[in-house]
């Protein structure tokens, strides 16, 4: 599970700082040169970046959870009721009749 997250951290890290270099081309103007261009292009480019960010954020707080609730359902007990636990401790000889008929009705109650 860990080495997934390592994984995407990493792959993400390379996205990240990679495309731009290769966005690009060396030979060609960049968008601040393009005749069609203006400054409403900065505006758009600055919200799209929250947006973007905002998504990786949130997809790795639903990847964390939900790694945490996998990891947390293997080794969850199962919730029993007071009954129910005292009908095992009783099969398992712990406690004798009289004892476990003394306690069920109490729990009965």
Known sequence: MYRLISLSTALMSFVLI?????AQPA???????HPYW????MF???IMMILIWGAIIFLLFVL??????????????PHHTALEI????FAKGEIDKDEFEERRKLLER
């Open 27 to 33: 030979d060609q103007p960049g968008w601040y040169m």
């Open 44 to 46: 758009g480019g600055g």
């Open 18 to 22: 990679a495309t731009p270099s290769l």
């Open 64 to 77: 964390a959870r939900a790694l945490n609730a996998t990891h947390h359902g293997l080794h969850a007990q």
């Open 86 to 89: 005292l009908k095992v401790r």
């Open 38 to 41: 203006g400054w409403g292009q």
